[in-house]
Every structure is written in C-alpha cells, then in structure tokens.
C-alpha cells in the first residue's frame, strides 16, 4: 500500500520519496537548485518547535536543509511500502 | 598585457572564501553559513613570476536569476570580464554541486573543477576518482583542501597553465530536449540580446521559463514568444512536468550518473554520526534553547572577565602619563588628547573587542548559527520575521555594517526592511565596550545582561509592531544546515585580525582626532556652548552633568567615543567619583539605543535606501530617549 503525503504530514524520523513539488515557478525552482528532486530519498530529521522550520536530511546526497512548513507542505512524497504501518 | 582575472564561482559554503583568502591574504569574510559573499571581493595574487586578479563571487545553488548573489554572478559571467573560472565544489555535496557545474559549462566558459574537502568527503565516505570527474566533464580536476592550503598552490599554477586552453562543451541532454533547444536556437539566432549570451545556454533558459531571460527577448521580439512558447508546451506535453522541472531533471539525471561513475560511496561507519548526536542536544526543542541562552550569556560573560582584567592591566600606566602632561603650557592640551585618544582605543575598547570578536568568529565558523536560526524560526514569525535574520542580528552584536550587508541573504523586500531597521538595534562591540566599561564594570555584570535582554525584548516588540504595518505574509525558510566544522586556530585569529584591523584603521584616527578636538574645545571654552545646547537632554530630561554632552555628540561618530570621552570630559578614570549609579545606567541605556553611527548610517542608506535610514535614526532616538528616561526611575528604585 502506498501512501501520499507531503513532508508535513510525516512524523519525525520517518523516511519518504519525493513526488513532485508544488507551487510556483520560482518556489520549485528554488527547491531544485537547493537539491531536493522528484525520485531523492529524505528523511526528517526534527522539527522545530513554535510551528518552526522541519529539518530535511536528502538521503541520496546527504545534506539537511531547514525548510519552513509552509514550503514542506508544497513537497509531494510516498512512503515506501516498508515504511507503512510502522 | 593587461592582467588576467580568475573568478572562483561554487555553491554557497563550499570553500570558495577559504581559498581565496589562503592566496590573496584575509580580505573576503568567510563563515560555516551559507550567504557569507554578498558582494564579490577581489585581490593581485601573485604566484612565482605571474600576478593575476582573483574575483571570490557569491556562492550560488544555481544559474537563476530569481536571487541578488545569482544575478551578480550571472551578469559578471556574461560580461565576460572574466578570463577563467574555478568551479569550487564541496566533495561532500558532489552530486548537487554537479549541477551547478552543468550549467557554467552550459556558458561555454574556460573553465576547471576544483574539488575541495576531500577529506571530509572521505570521512562521510565518498571517495571521489578526480581522473574519471576529468574525462566525464572534460575540464580539468584538481583536489584541495583549501582550510589547511592543501593543493592550492597548484591548483593555481594548473590554472595559469590550462587557462587558455581549456574550454567546456556544454552537456547534451536526452533527445527530445535537444530538439526543442534546436527549434529555439533557429528561432533567436539574429537577435541582438543572443550575442553576449551563449545560444544554447539563452535557449535553455528560455525552455525552463526564466522570466528574466524571456523577457529580454520579449522587449526585442515580442513575435517570438508564442513560437518559443509553442516549444515549450511540446516538451511539458511529452515530459507531463512544468517546464523547469524538466530541465533541472535532464541536469540532475546527468549530475547523478557523472557522480556515480567517479565517486565511490562506501556504508557510513556503525553508530549515530557526530553531527547527529551534536544536533539532537544543540537543536532540542528544550535544551536547545537553554544551550542559546548560555551561549549568548557566556559570550557575554567571558568577553567582560578577559576585557576588564586586560583593561585594568592597561588603565594605571596610562593614567600616570597623562599627569606627568596635564597643565603644562599651551601645547599640553594637544599631548593629553593624543595619550588619551590612544589609551582609548588600547585601554578602554581593544580589551572587550579582541575577546568579544574571537568568540563571535568561533560561533561563526563553527557553524552554529544557521542552527539558531532553525531554533529562532518559529518565534521570528511571530514578529513577522523569518530564521533567516537571526543570522544578521547575531553579526550585529560584533558590528552593524556587515550585519546590514548580510541582510542581503533574505529575499522579500519586506523582512529586508524590518531586519535592516532591527539590526541596526543591536547593541554591536562599540556599544559593547560601553555596556561592560561602565554599567558592568560599576554596577556589576547582571546589570549588563539585563539591559542586553531589555534590548532583546524591545526588538521582539519593535518587530511585532513592524509586521502590523506590513500585513503581507512572510515567506517561509529554506536555509541549508551545515556540518560542524572545527576552526583552526590560526584562522580564527586572522579573521579576528581583519575585523580588528577595520578598527584600527577607520576607529582609531577618529578617536585620535575626536580626543584632540575634545582637548581644544576644552582649552577654547567651546565644550560649554555645546553642553549648554544639549543642556535641555542631557540635565533636564536625563538627569546627567552637562559635561556629559560633548561626549554625545561625538558618539554619533563612533560609539566607542562615547566612553573614552567620558573619561576626558570628567577628566577621571574613577567614574564613581563624578558620576551617581543612576547616572550611569541612564547614561549607557541612552548610548545603547541612540541613533545609529555615521558608518551603520551610510551602510544603511546604500542597502535600504533613504526610508529606511531616516526610519533607523528616528526609531532609535526615540527609544533611547523613552527608556533612557525610564531608567531613571528604575535607577531611583535600586540606588536610593
């Protein structure tokens, strides 16, 4: 069973696949040239607290980038079958 | 022949300001958080018999044009004003960094790879074969550790010698790509805006949508736009993507098989790395914030026990000489102003300086403030801020001129302007000197920490009202964390070094001069007309000795002023003895908060503009006045 979600949605420690990335032209384009792509494994790693950025481990590349939940909210991910119901 | 320039051109926090630094001596400012280059810093680099220029341009994710730092690097790169780029990549990151390295290649400039931490990619376990990086690329490869001047030399002889030789091919992409940047390169082949851009790379860019590049072509051929579009709309049709999506997923594709062909990446070692370990403490929801505060006390804290024990060292030698001078005929005025203005800048300020510019360098470079920034996120949106300006803010407290140029990193107009006003709040080492020399030093260090929260609470409350007035939203954080590195030595003493030099060089005459005028004026009777103009601020409203106002008005030049003439205005180093407890704390709550110096003032003026400059002074007088005046009480409360 595969499940969408988006980096919001996923608890701490949990690890997912990117999608695709929503909105504009220049928020993907940013998010791209930072290094998260559709296909990268990523893991969040912790959450700030006060409703604070989420931390993003890229997995395939491993580098963490502090990304606000606004803009995780726009990263589309499915978990991998293993990772379902853990 | 005119000198040739060589441009150092990678992604942010790659290494690029470390290289440059170990060749050209310290002049570009360095630190382990991304954004630290603003503008480009260049130097004569002579190597054996050969001096080129070298140009250290902002560090930069991609070729956009959506950010300031990729705009000045992309137009320096077009302009050709350069005659080789390095391309700086972090090995760690070798993957994204690739990326980059497609689209400089794309520019169809000379070029060549410089392939920097190699050891701590190998650590991380990513063993990279710069050979194979070579022949995939085609541009020469050459390893460095540039933190410790490993292979810089020869990176540099490599480059004099391959410079004129080595050009890069732009990469080719799948074969639907290709046709599309074929039908658009027929398309703009004759116009005017494609001859000082490559091509290919103009009808890449136009392929992925930049609004910058497209509307270049607009202004000259409006009529090519639906044809471009028509393109355009064929490959998102065939790809089901937006169209920047498929381009930088043609790069990335192309990165990630280079990279799998010459790097190796074995299993990372059993058991939590460091950095992980580290983090979990340093970015704890709870301790994190215990461990911000401790570090923000103890730099404090530290900075006024090295600074008052070295003061106290200096201050007796210095006050025996100047009355072994004082009151010896007409030429004595002119002799105690020079031994003051430089038992000033050794005695008074230098003691708090070094001590409080070496931990604010240990901070930087260890790499721990794009982690309070990650920690400060969530409360700076309740000032209508983001994370980001935690990172000028922290820089204020060692100076506000590159703390206003560091504001530069955040992108919205909006957060740029409440960053910029706030910063310039911040109580930066001038101020410094003047907090822990007076309220520190007589009223004891908890004083001192109190006024640096009171401080902290006002731009908390500044900033909220500031974000009612600008209702549109913030937009979020994207800021790249990265690992902790450990400084060595000698690199934090030179970068303490370049910061001290700004003070010794601009600083110093100024107070050499200020304390000389002040002597005149003394000698001339003027001090008086000027203290009987500030007579209404300073006695009736504050509650201070007139005497206390020249040395006001020569703040406005530098801070430090404020406390060395302090001195010579009271002609005693015993403060005590002229100046009540009350006095004293009105005294630095005013010098704390009023309006900016010249140097921040005009700092502010070139980043911000005039609204935001007049907007600085007006704020910061008005609440240095309004507290000033309240400290007056409180002082009434705890000094009866």
Request: with cysteine.
């Amino acid at each position: 069973m595969r499940a969408n979600k988006n980096l919001c949605q996923l608890t701490v420690g949990q690890e997912a696949v990117i999608v695709s990335i929503e909105g504009g032209h220049g928020f993907r384009n940013r998010i791209l040239s930072m290094g998260l792509h559709p296909g990268d494994r990523v893991k969040v790693v912790r959450a700030s607290p006060f409703r604070g950025p989420l931390l993003i481990e890229n997995l395939d590349q491993g580098f963490c980038l502090a990304l606000g939940r606004g803009m995780a909210a726009k990263v589309l991910v499915e978990i991998p079958e293993e990772g379902v119901g853990e | 022949m005119s000198k040739r320039i060589i441009a150092l051109v990678g992604q942010p926090n790659c290494g690029k300001s470390t290289l440059f630094n170990a060749v050209a001596g310290y002049k570009a400012s360095t630190g382990n958080f991304p954004g630290v280059t603003v503008s480009y810093a260049e130097s004569p680099v002579t190597l054996g018999e050969t001096t080129f220029q070298l140009v250290d341009l902002p560090g930069i994710y991609s070729l956009s044009t959506q950010e300031p730092a990729e705009r000045v690097t992309l137009e320096y790169l077009l302009e050709k004003e350069a005659h080789f780029v390095i391309n700086v990549i972090d090995a760690t990151t070798l993957s994204r960094s690739l990326e980059l390295t497609l689209q400089l290649m794309e520019l169809e400039l000379p070029l060549m790879i410089c392939l920097n931490m190699v050891y701590e990619a190998e650590k991380k376990g990513i063993l990279v074969d710069p050979q194979t990086l070579e022949t995939a690329l085609g541009v020469p490869v050459m390893t460095t550790v540039a933190s410790k001047g490993w292979g810089v030399k020869e990176l540099f002889a490599q480059a004099l010698e391959v410079m004129d030789k080595a050009r890069a091919k732009p990469p080719k992409y799948s074969l639907h790509v290709e046709r599309e940047v074929g039908c658009v390169k027929s398309l703009i082949t004759n116009l005017k805006t494609a001859k000082n851009i490559p091509l290919r790379f103009l009808a890449l860019k136009l392929l992925e949508g930049d609004e910058y590049f497209t509307s270049l072509v607009r202004n000259e051929a409006p009529h090519l736009i639906p044809k471009v579009e028509e393109c355009l709309n064929r490959l998102v049709k065939a790809h089901g993507q937006p169209p920047e999506m498929v381009i930088s997923g043609e790069r990335h594709a192309l990165a990630m098989h280079i990279f799998e062909g010459a790097a190796k990446v074995t299993a990372r070692e059993e058991g939590t790395p460091f950095r992980e370990k580290l983090d979990a403490v340093v970015m704890d929801p709870i301790l994190g914030y215990i461990i911000l505060a401790g570090v923000f006390l103890g730099l404090l804290y530290l900075t006024f026990f090295v600074g008052s024990f070295l003061a106290d060292q200096i201050a007796g030698p210095f006050d025996r000489l100047t009355q072994l001078f004082q009151g010896r005929g007409a030429w004595s005025p002119f002799m105690v102003g020079i031994i003051q203005g430089i038992a000033g800048g050794v005695g008074i300020v230098l003691p708090y300086l070094v001590p409080l510019l070496f931990l604010l360098s240990l901070l930087e470079d260890i790499g721990y403030l794009p982690r309070a920034a990650f920690l400060l996120d969530g409360l700076m949106h309740r000032m209508g801020l983001h994370g980001k300006s935690v990172i000028p803010f922290i820089l204020g407290y060692g100076c506000n001129v590159p703390s206003i140029m560091a504001a530069r990193i955040i992108e919205s107009p909006r957060d740029r302007f409440i960053t910029l006003l706030l910063a310039s709040l911040i109580p930066c080492s001038a101020r410094t000197s003047v907090i822990l020399g007076l309220q520190a030093k007589y009223l004891g260090p908890l004083w001192a920490m109190a006024l640096y929260m009171v401080n902290v609470i006002v731009l908390g409350f500044v900033g909220f009202l500031l974000s009612r007035f600008q209702k549109e939203a913030s937009p979020g954080l994207i800021l790249e964390i990265p690992p902790y590195r450990l400084p060595t030595l000698a690199s934090l003493w030179k970068k303490t070094w370049y910061r001290l030099k700004d003070f010794a060089v601009y600083a110093w005459p100024i107070i050499l001069a200020g304390s000389i005028i002040l002597e005149a004026l003394t000698y001339l009777h003027v001090d008086k007309t000027i203290n009987a103009l500030l007579a209404p601020l300073t006695v009736w409203l504050l509650g201070l000795p007139a005497a206390v106002g020249v040395t006001l008005f020569f703040g406005i030049f530098r801070k430090e002023l404020t406390l060395i003439m302090l001195f010579q205005a009271l002609g005693t180093f015993n403060i005590q003895s002229v100046l009540t407890h009350t006095q004293i704390l009105v005294f630095v709550v005013f010098v704390t908060f009023y309006i900016p110096c010249l140097s921040t003032l005009a700092v502010l003026w070139r980043e911000g503009g005039w609204k935001v400059t007049w907007a600085s002074a007006l704020l910061n007088t008005t609440l240095a006045l309004v507290l000033a005046f309240l400290a007056r009480f409180v002082g009434m409360a705890f000094f009866p």
